[in-house]
């Protein structure tokens, strides 16, 4: 199967009440563990670049990782995503570099300037056939490029006016979720009321949760134990993701824990098999960390298995 647009992949998640994951990539393993876990899950995916991994492994290696894993398995449906692209010009160029999936990330302009470089983006990327997500309202915490310091909700109403004025076919919404591994201080708790709002005022329209990954306890503290300091890291619960995975929900974002699951298993094997120098050694166990991660979040937190 070739790489696809997500628009097909989103009108059966809302229909069946799932999501589908949209997984960070950085490097051979990453892509090489999701999309193993997709395989036998049988679920469709969504393998998500950022402008620092694009920066870091190069788009065309990228891209030729995602070729190789599609060779392996042609019965996965699979999109390429660009995620939380700052500008046109950097939409673009992934578009031209075979995306079928770009988000245009203007959260932190004014209300028009949003909506103005968001149908940018739209009027560039439609008559290529590539789907455009943008986003509306502010995720609060630190991941790569994009910080923020406090919440702004998004407004249901506004989120109405939005879509209908950009043209974007997916929205990014902000109902309590935050980027990077420390999102909540006290209880978590997602704000389901305006989630509902929204839904009904957007029937079948697909939303996006980012900052969405729930940051396993198990994790940190393998990290933890092996010499890492990632102490008070607290995600969002994964039965709250489910929740709204179930609602008008079909894409949830998740890179924090898959880093969480490389670096505490390259921990874990480098203090327990001091005498390996072979990346293999360590880069073999961190790739099955990532397979046993996204199987379980295709499993039990999007419940997209048995989808594809």
């Known amino acids: 199967m070739a790489l696809m647009n997500p628009k097909d992949m989103f009108v059966a998640a809302y229909d069946g009440r799932y999501a ?17 876990a997709a395989s036998e899950e049988k ?15 190069g788009q065309t290696y990228l891209m030729k990782l995602v070729e190789a894993a599609l060779a392996e398995d042609p019965s996965v449906p699979v999109a390429v995503h660009l995620d939380h692209g700052a500008t046109f010009e950097l939409c673009r160029d992934c578009i031209d570099g075979g995306f079928t999936s770009v988000m245009i990330d203007g959260s932190h302009l004014p209300f028009e300037e949003n909506i103005a470089l968001t149908r940018q983006v739209v009027e560039y990327a439609h008559p290529r056939g590539v789907w455009v997500e943008a986003e509306l309202g502010k995720l609060a915490g630190v991941e790569e490029h994009v910080q923020n310091a406090d919440h702004v909700y998004t407004d249901p109403k506004e989120a109405v006016e939005f879509v209908e004025r950009s043209g974007c076919d997916s929205l990014a919404v902000a109902i309590g979720t935050s980027h990077g591994a420390y999102k909540f ?15 009904k005022l957007l029937p079948n329209y697909p939303l996006v949760l980012h900052g969405a990954s729930s940051v396993p306890q198990e994790f940190v503290e393998l990290c933890n134990k092996y010499g890492g300091n990632v102490a008070g890291a607290k995600g969002v619960p994964e039965d709250m993701l489910r929740k709204a995975a179930g609602m008008s929900v079909c894409k949830i974002n998740v890179d924090t824990d898959i880093r969480l699951a490389v670096t505490a298993s390259i921990r874990q094997h480098m203090v327990e098999h001091p005498e390996d120098f072979d990346p ?18 295709i499993r039990n937190v999007m419940g997209s298995s048995g989808k594809a």
Do not use: T, W
């Open 43 to 57: 679920s469709p995916v969504i393998l998500q670049v950022s402008a620092g991994a694009r920066k870091y492994a």
């Open 20 to 36: 589908i994951g949209a997984f960070n990539v950085n490097n051979m393993e990453i892509v090489q563990g999701i999309m193993e």
């Open 185 to 199: 201080k006290g209880e978590a708790k997602l704000d389901f009321d305006r989630l509902e709002a929204i839904g």
């Open 280 to 297: 293999r050694a360590y880069l073999k166990p961190a790739r099955a960390a990532v397979k046993a991660m996204v199987a379980h979040k």
